[in-house]
């Protein structure tokens, strides 16, 4: 054969097996509202950059029939591309080759682009949208699985990997999302579980539609296993794309650096907080007042709204933002929001991250609910997660710091690098009223008018403990501050601490409160 006749043979068996699952099945995956996994690749890295490998995979299953079935790239799309002109890698499961099931070869294909990023120290993206295991090749398949959960925990912590449920995602194919640090999801299109619908009503004997077991909303509100949420596939890519220009490519690295923007957030910080200590207001103000561009990227949005995470930048550089949200069960520490914030605070330490902390909190929420899911396990991993942090890690108390959440919420004691208050901030081991119920029982129930007394106590708790001064002449707090002088404080405390060096006694691995 002649060079031209190569080539002319090498495109049409290119042109054959990007194919995918044949027009049917394409014509149903774009029926429901979803892009073609090859149409996903395109759309998220930078134009024309990407390069596909193992496209002539085969896939070996031998039993029912599968000899004499030709599943074109075994189900997967890998390779490589860029996103703001850095290199990345990518994966992208095709529902329309066998439902995108994961044999031996789907899984080989996933493992060596993942091997690829771990050793080139650069981003994983993986687009899920598969049956799960492929239920003809048997072990296979959960082989292939285990060796894709292995992977994941192994690049844990090097490099920054992403999930994106662009469809069904069942049995053993929700693990690797859950090992991974971010997960995407898209409404009406992901789904979810570990058994499906069909497994429960043979169980159970329960009906339950895709969407009420594992849909994108029960992902992000109630599970907490989602971190992203988005109305479609393009308003998903968006917010991929915003994340990457958040966050290192690997853990030797710091975030890209933009030049830095004043804030533009139409109210001035000093008109956020009510003066009435009672009413609540949108935490997320005062991170807008203090961030460049008033940019915020917020992560669990819908999960445990009593407490904040996300992306900002102070002078160009990344931070992470923790704040307790006073709108939502007055910013409570529980089950849920520390869990929430400790992982975004090991995500933070471990990818070169400064955390800026806001504080408004009555404290842990009391109550048997709490108590028996476990609010003691699961608050001590947001004091072993500020705690385990090195990396830069600032406090800004707005308001109230009681009891317990004054400690957590990275308080100096568990090596806050600068703890700020603003003179309207309330530190104490706990709330007036509960405080004077009990250290002034006595006095209040023997008083003539128990109420006034009560009253009383409360005014003069107040008065001693309610303010920021106290904490400030034991220097727990560094300095209170105008709330206007948030931003130079916190652009300062981060420039001091830039070349910040925290050394740990040396130990194989710590066994936090997981
Ligand atoms: C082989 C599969 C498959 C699978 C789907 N297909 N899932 N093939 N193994 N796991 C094939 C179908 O046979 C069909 O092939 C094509 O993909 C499209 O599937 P449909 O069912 O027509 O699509 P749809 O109606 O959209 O339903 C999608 C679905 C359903 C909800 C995902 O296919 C489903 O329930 N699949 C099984 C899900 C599941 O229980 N997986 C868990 C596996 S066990 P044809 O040729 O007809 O087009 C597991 C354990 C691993 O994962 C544990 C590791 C720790």
């Known amino acids: 054969m002649s060079l031209k006749r190569n080539i002319l043979d090498l495109r049409r068996r290119k042109k054959e097996a990007q194919q995918g699952g044949g027009e049917a099945a394409i014509g149903k995956q774009v029926a429901m509202g979803k892009k073609t996994a090859r149409e996903r690749i395109k759309a998220i890295l930078d134009e024309n950059s990407?390069?596909?490998?193992?496209?002539?995979?085969?896939?070996?299953?031998?039993?029912?029939?599968?000899?004499?079935?030709?599943?074109?790239?075994?189900?997967?799309?890998?390779?490589?591309?860029?996103?703001?002109?850095?290199?990345?890698?990518?994966?992208?499961?095709?529902?329309?080759?066998?439902?995108?099931?994961?044999?031996?070869?789907?899984?080989?294909?996933?493992?060596?682009?993942?091997?690829?990023?771990?050793?080139?120290?650069?981003?994983i993206i993986g687009i899920n949208d598969s049956g799960g295991a492929r239920i003809q090749e048997g072990v296979n398949s959960l082989a292939g699985y285990g060796e894709i959960f292995y992977r994941?925990?192994?690049?844990?912590?090097?490099?920054?990997?992403?999930?994106?449920?662009?469809?069904?995602?069942?049995?053993?194919?929700?693990y690797?999302?859950?090992?991974?640090?971010?997960?995407?999801?898209?409404?009406?299109?992901?789904?979810?579980?570990?058994?499906?619908?069909?497994?429960?009503k043979t169980v159970l004997g329960e009906e339950i539609s895709m969407e009420e077991l594992g849909g994108a909303l029960v992902h992000s509100e109630i599970t907490g296993n989602a971190h992203f949420y988005a109305l479609s596939e393009d308003d998903c890519f968006e917010q991929i794309k915003k994340l990457i220009s958040y966050i290192p490519w690997n853990n030797t690295q710091k975030a890209l650096r933009f030049p830095t923007q004043a804030p533009n957030f139409s109210v001035s910080i000093?008109?956020?907080?009510?003066?009435?200590?009672?009413?609540?207001?949108?935490?997320?103000?005062?991170?807008?007042?203090?961030?460049?561009?008033?940019?915020?990227?917020?992560?669990?949005?819908?999960?445990?709204r009593n407490i904040v995470i996300g992306f900002g930048r102070i002078a160009g550089n990344t931070v992470g933002f923790v704040a307790n949200q006073p709108m939502y069960l007055a910013g409570v520490l529980d089950c849920d929001s520390s869990d929430k914030a400790a992982r975004f605070i090991r995500y933070c330490d471990a990818f070169n991250i400064p955390i800026v902390t806001l504080e408004d909190m009555p404290g842990y929420l009391p109550g048997v609910d709490q108590e028996h899911a476990g609010v003691i396990r699961h608050g001590a991993k947001l004091l072993y997660a500020y705690s385990e942090a090195t990396v830069p890690k600032v406090t800004v108390i707005i308001r109230k710091a009681y009891g317990g959440g004054y400690i957590a919420m990275n308080s100096r004691h568990l090596g806050a690098d600068f703890v700020y208050a603003w003179p309207t901030a309330e530190i104490a081991v706990m709330g007036p009223e509960g405080a004077a119920n009990i250290v002034f029982r006595k006095e209040i129930d023997e008083a003539e008018n128990p109420a006034e007394m009560r009253k009383q106590k409360v005014q003069e708790y107040k008065d001693k403990?309610?303010?920021?001064?106290?904490?400030?002449?034991?220097?727990?707090?560094?300095?209170?501050?105008?709330?206007?002088?948030?931003?130079?404080?916190?652009?300062?405390?981060?420039?001091?601490?830039?070349h910040k060096v925290d050394k740990r006694p040396a130990k194989k691995h710590g066994i936090p409160p997981f």
Not at 60 to 89: A, R, S, W
Not at 152 to 174: F, K, Y
Not at 176 to 200: Q, R, W, Y
Not at 272 to 290: C, E, F, G, L
């Open 270 to 304: 000093e008109d956020i907080v009510p003066s009435d200590p009672h009413y609540p207001y949108d935490i997320r103000d005062i991170i807008k007042a203090v961030s460049d561009s008033s940019d915020f990227f917020e992560i669990m949005e819908l999960f445990a």
């Open 465 to 498: 403990f309610a303010n920021p001064f106290v904490a400030a002449s034991k220097g727990y707090i560094d300095e209170v501050i105008e709330p206007l002088e948030t931003r130079a404080r916190l652009i300062h405390s981060l420039e001091i601490s830039e």
């Open 152 to 174: 994941n925990t192994e690049a844990s912590g090097v490099i920054p990997q992403l999930s994106v449920i662009l469809g069904p995602c069942a049995g053993g194919a929700v």
């Open 176 to 200: 690797s999302p859950a090992l991974t640090d971010f997960v995407f999801v898209v409404e009406n299109i992901s789904k979810m579980f570990i058994t499906g619908p069909g497994v429960i």
């Open 50 to 123: 990407f390069h596909e490998y193992d496209l002539f995979v085969e896939h070996t299953g031998k039993d029912f029939d599968m000899e004499k079935k030709v599943l074109h790239g075994d189900g997967v799309i890998i390779g490589t591309g860029t996103m703001y002109n850095q290199p990345v890698c990518i994966y992208a499961q095709d529902f329309t080759v066998a439902g995108g099931s994961l044999g031996l070869m789907h899984a080989r294909k996933i493992t060596k682009i993942m091997d690829h990023a771990l050793k080139m120290r650069v981003p």
